[in-house]
């Protein structure tokens, strides 16, 4: 049985800098991707970040590239998402996701096999 736990998220002001994390069990790293997809109201699940959970291969979606970053730490099977320079728009519930086995990073919310329960992420102007 595969869990995902997310934990952080928040209120904080434009331009803060915010961390959530997404705690896995029962997935096997080798061959599997994780990503943090956010929604906000009305608006359709977009994948934000993403990464293999071994070699580098990662992804940003274009309206978080230099200001969000992803790390992992394999050993405590945890994905890490560090979100700097906050903007309103950046305002979702944030979901960790995971796919079994990948060759890249999908991109898609359908071809991922796990979720987290999402954390709210609330940015103000």
């Known amino acids: 049985q595969v869990q995902l736990v997310e934990s952080g998220g928040g209120l904080v002001q434009a331009g803060d800098s915010l961390s959530v994390s997404c705690a896995a069990s029962?997935?096997?790293?080798?061959?599997?991707?994780m990503g943090w997809f956010r929604q906000a109201p009305g608006k359709e699940r977009e994948l934000v970040a993403g990464?293999?959970?071994?070699?580098?291969?990662?992804y940003y979606a274009d309206s978080v590239k230099g200001r969000f970053t992803l790390s992992r730490d394999n050993a405590k099977k945890t994905m890490y998402l560090q979100m700097n320079s906050l903007k309103p728009e950046d305002t979702a519930v944030y979901y960790c996701?995971?796919?079994?086995?990948?060759?890249?990073?999908?991109?898609?919310?359908?071809?991922?096999?796990?979720w987290g329960q999402g954390t709210q992420v609330t940015v103000s102007s």
């Open positions: 996701a995971a796919r079994r086995m990948a060759i890249g990073v999908p991109l898609r919310a359908d071809q991922y096999n796990y």
């Open positions: 029962g997935l096997t790293f080798d061959y599997a991707a």
């Open positions: 990464l293999k959970m071994s070699g580098t291969t990662t």
